[in-house]
Structure formats: C-alpha cells, structure tokens
C-alpha cells in the first residue's frame, strides 16, 4: 500500500482534488473532518479544550467553532496548545482508519497542516495543491464570505506555498480550468500506480 499525504494552503482547493479522488474510487481520508468529529465526540478531549479555553468552547454538548477560531488565531500559543491535543488523537484514528483499508493500494490522507502537524513523516508520497495566493484568498472569501484579514491571518497560521513545495513528490497546479486539474491529477495517479507496482514486485 502507498499512503499519499494529500495538502496545500488554505483555498488551494485540497477539498477538489480530494472529491475528485473519492469519485475516482480511492479512499480519502479527511484530517480536518476528523479533528472536527473527535472535537465534538471525544469525552477526555473536551474536558482538555475546556481546561483550557473554558466552558464558552462547547454550546449544547457541540464544539463553539467560532469562539475556539477568535481565541487561536490571534494567539499562535493558544493554537499550538489546541494541536498538541487534537493531533496525536488524529494520527490514532488514521490508524484505525488505516487497518480497514488492507483492500487498497494508495490511500490519501488530506491534511492542511500535513507538514506542520509532522504527519507527513508517516506518508510515502506527499501532493501538494499549489494555486497563486490572490486567487486563494479570492476563493476564500466567496467561500466562506469572511474578510481579507482574517483569510490573511489564518494564512499565517500555516508554512508559505513555496515551503510546503520542498517536502512535495508531487506539485499540482490549481490556478486553472478543472480539465486541466483533472489532466495533473491522472498524471500524478498513473505515476502512484507505478510507485505501488514496484513496491509490490519487490
């Protein structure tokens, strides 16, 4: 089995390529979706969050994502305090995850903070989804209709594009056309496909 560490900034369009992925067949494994859920259902992690952010980070039993946003990122600490919790019960639920794909022979794990989470270190192949910063931002705010400088700031957050790109075995560019992204996509595929038939001939 290959397993493909799958990232790229914030409105790279990770989420397409992974949703192209999916309708492909492949297994995806979502981080960011995952890290939601253990937030909102996992009773040690809570109480953890609470201890220290306090009882306004839950309403009604769910996560208060925006109270949690407002308090992390102004507050590079804060943030580093929430992924010292967050992370290390991610990387077991991929495993779980893992042990139930014994079928597949290249899994996606998609990370936005593959790199800086040191996930990536698990991965034998690492994709980047590179697209111009102006068109990430533009893309952000149609999104999720926030303004400039909060897509800014949760940019700084995460390690520059040109960053990410030194860890990546493959670069996929998303600035253009969805064929054109689907063409790089088959490209990085069929090279994956190889990767895992020498693996295996071994």
């Known amino acids: 089995m290959v397993k493909v560490g799958l990232t790229g900034g ?21 981080s960011d979706n995952r890290a939601k859920w253990l937030m909102n259902n996992n009773d040690n992690l809570k109480s953890n969050i609470i201890s220290i952010f306090g ?7 769910s996560l208060n994502r925006k109270y ?21 019960l991610v990387a077991l ?3 779980n995850w893992l042990s139930n794909q014994n079928t597949n022979d290249i899994v996606f794990k998609e990370a936005a903070i593959l790199i800086e989470s040191g996930a990536h270190k698990e991965m034998d192949k690492i994709i980047v989804v590179a697209c111009p ?9 149609k999104r999720d209709g926030n303004n400039s400088e909060s897509v800014d700031k949760r ?6 594009e040109n960053e990410k790109i030194n860890y990546a075995d493959f670069v996929i560019n998303n600035s253009g056309s969805k064929s054109d992204l689907l063409k ?4 990085v595929i069929s090279e994956l496909k190889k990767i895992n038939w020498l693996k295996n001939s071994h």
Request: overall charge positive; proline content about 1%.
């Open 184 to 187: 790089e996509l088959e490209s």
């Open 133 to 141: 910063k102006n068109i990430r931002i533009e893309r952000v705010l």
């Open 10 to 30: 914030i409105g790279s369009g990770k989420s397409t390529v992974s949703n192209i992925l999916i309708s492909k067949g492949f297994s995806v494994y979502n």
């Open 93 to 95: 639920d991929f495993n």
């Open 55 to 61: 009882n306004q980070s839950y309403i009604k039993e």
């Open 155 to 160: 940019m700084q957050n995460q390690i520059s």
């Open 68 to 88: 949690i946003s407002s308090k992390v990122f102004n507050d590079s600490l804060k943030l580093k305090e929430l992924n010292n919790l967050v992370h290390p």
